[in-house]
């Protein structure tokens, strides 16, 4: 993908604050609606605001929206211009580099798609649904997350990292907070945390928190510059620094390194994606029970880029 140049803006959609900026980013390399809402993360909100920048720009009758969430002590806001995607920070100043680093931007979708021109099921996901990217959000929130994701569903794991927000975060504006950090969260007693509906996962939770608050968490942030199968064993077995991370079995740990530490070739597997997968493919491979029968042939078939393979074909299932 060509460099990404921002560029300052002078408007901004009604309610928007704080200094902003925009880049040409064709819809086809991000669908904001798909990508912010697509299981990777959970702490987006959308609110409808036609543009104010370009009079009012409608989709399909609708309002444009703009959505919004915390990341590094900063109110996140983004939307669209037509082929331009905008954003705005508060209080600012405006940091285009982690924009690049979350929204990925090293890389371009259409490029990683043509990778697999051949494969009619990918295909028919890219058609359908482009601009799919993979986020990397910060290790940390995503390990938490994505423990707190074991047997449950996107609103239930929205409403518990909007509790521990609330409750253990910083405010940075009326209403938004900041997720909390191990120390943070280490305040925070068993009991309390499953009062906050968190269930038996308050347990993984507090014993993460605990251990990041002593060790911090340059281990985990260090598991992006090791090859994926090292890096798995550290989050499901343990390593030099860590034991085994209560709560994080295969399908978690791959959804850490996908969506966080840029292991590309991870394969997350759950309800969904072994159903495409069994529909799809399964004249080619005689999947099992076992979560490494459908997450190995998804690396071997998709190669260094199957994570978002995975993605286009999680999103193809669910969407129906």
Known sequence: ???????????????????AASCVLPRAELDLHGTLLGGQSFRWRAAASASAATGGELLNGEALPVWRTVMAKQLVQ??????????????GPFDAGLLHQYFDLNHSV?????????????????????????LQQDPWETLIAFILSQNSNVPRITGNIASLCREYG????????????????ARASVE??????????????????????DIGVQWLHALASVPYSEARDCLTLGGDHWGKVSGVGPKV??????????HYDAFP??????????????????????YDSVAEFGRARFGRYAGYAQQYLFHRERAG
């Open 78 to 91: 983004v939307w669209r211009e037509g082929e331009r995607l905008a954003a705005a920070m508060n209080p």
């Open 110 to 134: 259409e490029e990683i798609l043509a990778a697999w021109t051949g494969d009619e099921h990918l295909q028919a996901a890219a058609v359908r649904y482009p601009g799919l990217r993979i």
């Open 269 to 290: 597997v759950d309800v969904h994606v072994r159903r495409a997968m069994e529909r799809w493919y399964g004249a080619e491979a005689q999947f099992t029970s076992r």
């Open 253 to 262: 740990a791959d959804c850490i390194l996908l969506f966080s530490l840029r």
């Open 192 to 213: 309390d945390l499953r009062a906050m509906g968190l269930g038996y996962r308050a347990e993984y939770v507090f014993a993460a928190a605990r251990r990041c608050s």
């Open 1 to 19: 993908m060509p460099a990404v140049s921002w560029s300052p803006l002078t408007r901004a959609p009604v309610g928007v604050r704080g200094p």
């Open 170 to 185: 910083d405010e940075i504006t009326a209403g938004w907070h900041s997720f909390p950090d191990p120390v943070q969260l």
